[in-house]
């Protein structure tokens, strides 16, 4: 056993039986390499990622590959979900290199931290033009001798690109909002929904900030692409057909093939828009997608005393990727009867979907819908419903006797506050007082194990990121919302005041990473990688808490914090879209003053209303009242969830 045997990280553990002598990221083994004067080798990934478990059995259990390591480096493994921070900083530096990021991430570094050459996964032989590890490790053990001088310089050249620059702020206008949905249209697959080509992740920043283009400019262009993406990706192979939720993206242009990993941002972020969707459409297939969410995140990501997990890993073991999620045509015949056969091969089956490592093995994903069989067998289509519905609960109930692919139960406060946020949407959406109550034992579990002498942390012994605060004001102002309990609001207020100590660039305005340099470095983005910036976020927190308090300090560093990034977003479209629904949120947001008891017919219509700029305040109690206020004009008092429905589609109506 190695060092990594005692880490709480399930990742590090999950390497301690390797001969390799694996320190985890400690000034200790940056020590022993000065001392040793050789380089380190660090190793980023995460206990979901399946090329990190086949360069692991490939390499790291590769008797000379580990020889060579442990003569000529100091090895370090990193779980990126533990660390996002240190991991953050080297893949912008191996981009830097102008070589691709991801995971594993596979990165030189000289004893004090700075990197010099990187990569992804590393073959452990020749091949297609390619070295093998052991090939890299030699020859960068080698470099590393003869060159250090160039090092130095390399090293330091890649740290110094990844220094946030002063650039010039830019100016806020409606008419930027304009071309950034423009910008985003024109990435669109048209005939195959999302964006761009394959590998596709699904981008919920810019499918948000869409539903809300779609909802306020009735541009049916829009609205019909968004409707295009929902559908695609929910039929598609990168949704689980059987138990619901979402992978982590697509490996092919049509949502076919999916990387199997099933990530709680990633459910997160889609619950929100599917909930969404649902209430802009009224299209009872999105709620249906919504509830599959929710029903596996409950099933696999929920620890019974409150709160979320992290991942649900890709594979049982490298060789078999998605194993655990794919059917021989053999397989499908056990389970199902004869007709429950005919129709899935018609409804759930396509060949083109089928593994690269398993040709026999395919995805489930919808390939003929219900109404089309219905006219070719001439069966009903309720009959259809039924006999499918049948079929996947006798495939999700074989399933479940497989070997379960790994679900790491650490409980990151970042990842929680985000599922926290879509539970209390899919609350307000769906009704389902029952999605709340999770969502509040959640978050008060998480201010709990989390929050150690008044400190917030990321994880046990890591303390809180920027991400960690937004996130968790978000759900925290979320469940305010939900519930109407003050406490929530003044949590949330408290937190983000201290963000604002911690994090803010008095200098260049935004917000840093982390409240110290890591790697000598303190960075700032708004980038959506592909869920949303904690920049973006914090501007929509500083809207609903100056709107909800009424101090306008709060507004005015949302406005900083948007002239500072405007000039970057610009040019980001999809990978900005979060940031432009909080500058469409800066222009529009619409707060609902609350006067009633939280429990009122009254607040449960407001709860219930959508416009997707808005916010819940509770004030006075008695008036049985919501009063709607846009900036600085509020309007009519509403008594009746009727009213407020005509106030929200005349504001609708007029943009």
Not at 267 to 279: I, K, M, S, T, V
């Amino acid at each position: 056993m190695n060092r990594l045997s005692n880490e709480r990280s399930a990742y590090l553990r999950h390497a301690a039986s390797q001969k390799i002598d694996w320190y985890p990221w400690s000034e200790e083994a940056f020590e022993k390499a000065a001392r040793e004067d050789k380089p380190v080798f660090l190793s980023s990934g995460a206990i979901w990622c399946h090329w990190c478990h086949v360069m692991a059995k490939e390499s790291f259990e590769n008797d000379e590959i580990t020889r060579i390591m442990n003569e000529n480096f100091v090895a370090i493994k990193l779980d990126r979900d533990e660390r996002p921070d240190i991991d953050r900083r080297y893949q912008q530096a191996v981009a830097a290199m102008g070589l691709s990021g991801g995971w594993p991430l596979s990165v030189f570094l000289t004893p004090d931290k700075r990197p010099f050459f990187g990569g992804t996964y590393f073959p452990p032989v020749e091949g297609f033009g390619a070295p093998s590890f052991s090939m890299i490790l030699l020859a960068i053990s080698q470099y590393y001798k003869e060159r250090r001088d160039e090092i130095e310089a390399q090293s330091s050249l890649f740290i110094s690109a990844l220094r946030p620059d002063s650039a010039a702020r830019g100016s806020l206008s409606m008419d930027a909002i304009d071309k950034a949905a423009e910008k985003m249209m024109a990435s669109v697959d048209k005939a195959r929904g999302g964006f761009g080509s394959a590998p596709k992740f699904p981008m919920p920043g810019a499918i948000e900030f869409l539903l809300g283009r779609y909802f306020i400019s009735k541009d049916e262009e829009v609205g019909t692409a968004i409707k295009k993406t929902l559908y695609a990706m929910a039929f598609g192979g990168f949704h689980d057909q059987l138990g619901g939720g979402f992978h982590r993206y697509s490996t092919d242009q049509s949502w076919g093939v999916p990387h199997f990993e099933k990530m709680t941002d990633d459910n997160a972020w889609l619950l929100r828009n599917y909930c969404d969707a649902f209430r802009i459409f009224g299209d009872p297939f999105f709620r249906e997608i919504a509830r599959g969410i929710i029903g596996f995140v409950d099933k696999e990501l929920s620890d019974p005393a409150g709160g979320f997990y992290a991942s649900m890993d890709a594979d049982v073991t490298p060789d078999d990727e998605g194993g655990y999620f794919t059917w021989t045509r053999e397989e499908l015949k056990h389970v199902l009867t004869d007709e429950e056969f005919e129709v899935f091969s018609r409804h759930l089956v396509d060949p083109k979907n089928s593994v690269h490592h398993a040709p026999s093995k395919v995805v489930l994903s919808v390939s003929e819908n219900i109404d089309d069989i219905a006219i070719k067998t001439g069966k009903p289509v309720s009959e259809l419903r039924a006999m499918i519905g049948s079929g996947k609960q006798k495939l999700l109930a074989e399933r479940e006797k497989r070997l379960k692919p790994y679900i790491d139960t650490a409980m990151y406060t970042s990842l929680n506050g985000m599922m926290i946020s879509a539970y209390c949407r899919a609350y307000r959406a769906l009704g389902d007082r029952h999605v709340l109550d999770r969502a509040v034992r959640a978050l008060n579990t998480i201010l709990t194990v989390n929050v150690r002498d008044g400190e917030l942390y990321h994880s046990e012994g890591v303390k809180a990121l920027l991400e960690d605060y937004v996130y968790l004001c978000e759900a925290l102002i979320s469940v305010y919302e939900a519930t109407g309990e003050d406490c929530y609001f003044h949590d949330a207020k408290r937190l983000f005041d201290i963000s604002l100590e911690r994090f803010w660039d008095t200098e260049g305005w935004g917000f840093f990473d982390t409240e110290e340099e890591v790697v000598g470095l303190r960075l700032k983005g708004i980038e959506d990688v592909p869920r949303p910036s904690p920049n973006a976020l914090a501007i929509m927190v500083l809207l609903k808490l100056a709107a909800i308090s009424g101090e306008e300090g709060y507004r005015s560093y949302a406005t900083d914090v948007l002239n500072t990034f405007m000039p970057d977003a610009d040019a980001l479209s999809i990978h900005g879209g979060y940031f432009f629904c909080a500058l469409e949120a800066f222009f529009r947001m619409l707060k609902l003053d609350v006067r009633s008891d939280p429990k009122s017919d009254i607040a449960q219509a407001a709860r219930s209303a959508y416009y997707p700029y808005s916010v819940i305040a509770y004030s006075d109690i008695g008036e049985d009242i919501v009063i709607p206020c846009a900036g600085t004009t509020c309007y009519q008092p509403v008594e009746t969830a009727q009213a407020l429905d005509e106030f929200l589609k005349d504001r609708k109506a007029n943009g």
